[in-house]
């Protein structure tokens, strides 16, 4: 009973001084400090993101961080002596913890489910890619058919018709030559 009422006391006294030394710090803010905000705020930005401390320690290089935000030293050592020597540690003690179930349930079947998709997929590109042989086998086929068979119905020239005649054996080479020199003059 005796060391908490010790401990209030020594609380109360340092209340005191701290309260003042707060009050005093604020005349001293470095000037992209917003004196609404609380100083921690700049603290953990310091101490947890590197582009802000880099710019700070860029723009600011002849005060710390601390000093930035208004905490000077003596409120510092105050608020160390407040976490060491007033506040009393918790006895630390094993506590048995029942191990967690995890639902594997779920994981197996985000795992099934990708396997699906891949092999879907797979599916899906070979069918693709046989479609495209096919189409250029068909592109093939296509023109050879073409050249084969309806050119030479097509064909208007007279010549063409004559040595067509000749090679099927309904004219003669004579008959060839001389319906030849007619179309020639």
Known sequence: MKKTTQIGF???IFSMILIPLQNDVFAELADFVDPNKDPQY??????NEVTYKSWFDRNYPDITIEEAVGLNEESSVIDSILKKELIQEADAT???QEPIQTN???TIHMILAIGGLGI???????????VNDNTRQISINKETIKNKIIKPIT???????????LVKGEISLEEFEILEKKLQS
Do not use: C, W
């Open 42 to 47: 700049y603290l953990d930005r310091y101490y």
């Open 155 to 165: 064909r208007t020239n007279p010549l063409d018709v004559l040595q067509m005649r």
């Open 10 to 12: 020594l609380f109360v």
């Open 120 to 130: 879907l997929f797979g599916a899906v590109y070979g069918i693709k890619r046989k």
């Open 104 to 106: 594997n349930s779920e």
């Open 94 to 96: 094993l506590v048995h």
